[in-house]
């Protein structure tokens, strides 16, 4: 558990549930993130901003992330791409030039929740955006205090757009591990309630397309790296762990944790696409029962709740770390190899996510 946030509790497991820690899995020979060549788009690489301490500078646009990998990836593209970034970095916990944010803590917060994140301001073409890590989450310290902080990021920076980046599940069969898909609407999942009646959340924001359209767009992309070989040793050393003995043919059905050889970044802002928000365990699978929906993750659908009662516009831009599970398999069993996944790959589908979400800003 890092900044209260487990990656596991996207798939709302216990402890006993969540199996082997996802800490023990990683790839062997990883290569690091590239440098990045926005010159290859016509652009130039965001502007680094002094950033005070204790006070949430203005910006025209927030884009906000989660787990520590996912903060790695962001850091690459908006802060340091100049040079490579090694894979022993995803799991790093503080990045220079970034601050901690404590200040106006709810009063009768639960007990380990005691700030709500790191910020820093970049400017992206002419544009002032606040880069923020969050430390508040749907499942920890909870719905109400995730929606406080976007209050708070509404009221004091006043930006114009609130844009959400990270992993997330797959609800796609056909969606590889890698694939970047963007809205502007969330869903919210309500057990014991009918689907058609979960609330939907949504607005019409919609992110610019030029770069994303450039000819050499897919020359900064970074194919996730990832080998039948590494999968192979992943599943082995996964049942080593857990005392299960599925294959790896079990675990990856139709090579969806295969990477394609060119990421797809999948822009459906503007349209009635929506993700999935769960608060509990729910896991897309081979059966096609979530493909109505463009991913699975754990916030966004909140973020746009609290969005829309300020009318400040949202989008969420969501890289599949973990495709959809195999149906056949236990629930306690695809959410852990799930996770072993994304522990193991979700460097890498960030930084396409986070690539994703400076073109559409930028673009």
Request: hydrophobic share 40%; with cysteine; aromatic share 10%.
């Amino acid at each position: 558990m890092a900044d209260g946030h487990n990656p596991k509790a996207r798939f709302g497991l216990s402890l006993q549930q969540a199996l082997a820690p996802a800490s023990q899995f990683a790839i062997e020979a990883a290569p690091p993130l590239p440098v990045v060549n926005f010159a290859a788009v016509g652009r130039a690489a965001p502007v680094l901003n002094a950033t005070p301490a204790h006070t949430l500078p203005k910006a025209s646009a927030v884009v906000i992330t989660w787990a520590e990998a996912e903060w790695a990836a962001m850091q690459q593209v908006f802060c340091c791409g100049g040079t490579s970034m090694p894979y022993g970095d995803r799991t790093r916990a503080t990045w220079p030039g970034w601050q901690r944010y404590s200040s106006d803590l709810p009063t009768g917060a639960p007990h380990g929740w005691t700030f709500w994140g790191y910020y820093r301001l970049v400017t992206v073409g002419a544009t002032p955006v606040l880069l923020f890590k969050s430390n508040t989450h749907l499942d920890f310290p909870g719905a109400s205090y995730l929606q406080a902080l976007i209050g708070l990021l509404v009221r004091t920076v006043t930006p114009s757009v609130i844009v959400s980046i990270g992993t997330a599940g797959g609800a796609k069969p056909a969606d590889h591990i890698g694939t970047v898909r963007a809205v502007s609407a969330g869903t919210l999942y309500e057990a014991g309630q009918p689907q058609a009646s979960w609330p939907l959340y949504a607005n019409a924001w919609t992110g610019g397309t030029a770069i994303v359209a450039h000819a050499n767009f897919n020359q900064l992309l970074f194919p996730v790296p990832t080998r039948a070989a590494d999968l192979q040793a992943l599943c082995t050393q996964f049942n080593k762990l857990n005392g299960s003995k599925y294959t790896l043919a079990q675990h990856d059905p139709d090579g969806l944790n295969l990477g394609d050889p060119v990421p797809q970044i999948d822009n459906q802002t503007g349209s009635s696409a929506s993700l999935l928000t769960t608060p509990t365990f729910v896991v897309g699978d081979t059966s096609g029962n979530y493909q109505d929906y463009t991913s699975i993750e754990m916030d966004d659908a909140v973020i746009g709740q609290a969005c829309n009662s300020s009318n400040t516009a949202f989008g969420f831009i969501r890289n599949v770390s973990d495709p959809v599970q195999n149906a056949a398999l236990p629930v306690g069993v695809q959410g852990g190899w799930g996770s072993a996944v994304y522990d193991a790959y979700g460097f890498y589908t960030s930084y396409n996510g986070a690539l994703a979400a400076w073109a559409l800003l930028a673009g």
